[in-house]
């Protein structure tokens, strides 16, 4: 059965830094398409890097780490993106080819959030595993927004593409948990309705 939801919060109210419950009630995506530079200093991204790996972390595996695209690696990724794209969908013209080859220069910093489990763990299961990596996603956008950063967490084909994710350093059976996208955005996203949460919750 689908959640009831309610209103979104007006532009105003939304990423209230004020305190952290109010940044947690109020918390709202930037858009990729909309950011600018600057992105995080290399202090605020060695403390975004610090704040994401602190989650629940079951026998303390560690089972994901980064990848930090800046700078040219931005362009190089695109390029990676390009001609894979072409690859797959050959019939494709240079218009869609230069969207792909922007894909990752949208925003001045993106972490790649990889998910790298421990096979057959005699006490962790994997999906607790995983899991935690997406806690380190959460993390990377709650620490962002709290330093006035726009942040965005997207997939997209090339996080599930075998042949991109090889070239980008990802070894067989590791996975990306999300693309952070990372700059100061253009203009504010508006909220969207969110469920109600009596409508989600049963009592045993």
């Known amino acids: 059965m689908p959640a009831e939801l309610k209103e979104g919060l007006p532009l105003e109210a939304l990423n209230d830094r004020s ?7 109020t918390r709202r995506s930037a858009s990729a398409k909309a ?19 602190r989650v629940p ?28 794209y072409a690859q797959l969908h050959p019939g494709h013209g240079e218009e869609t080819l230069a969207q792909q080859r922007q894909m990752f220069s949208r925003a001045p910093c993106v972490i790649a959030v990889v998910s790298s ?32 950063l726009g942040a965005q967490w997207i997939t997209g ?8 994710l090889s070239a980008f350093g990802l070894a067989p059976g590791e996975r990306i948990a999300g693309y952070i996208y990372l700059g100061t955005p253009v203009e504010a996203q508006g909220d969207r309705p969110r469920p109600v949460p009596a409508s989600l919750t049963t009592r045993f």
């Open 19 to 25: 305190d952290l419950v109010r940044l947690l009630e």
């Open 35 to 53: 950011m600018t530079g600057p992105g995080p200093s290399p202090e605020q991204l060695e403390r975004l890097l610090g704040i994401a790996s």
């Open 57 to 84: 972390d079951h026998g303390k595996l560690q089972p994901w780490r980064f990848i930090v695209f800046e700078g040219d690696a931005l362009e190089r990724a695109g390029e990676v993106l390009v001609a894979r």
């Open 117 to 148: 489990t421990v096979a057959d763990h005699p006490k962790i299961p994997e999906w607790e595993q995983v899991l935690s990596a997406g806690a380190v996603c959460q993390n990377l956008l709650l620490a962002a927004t709290a330093m006035g």
């Open 157 to 164: 084909w090339f996080a599930f593409d075998d042949q991109v």
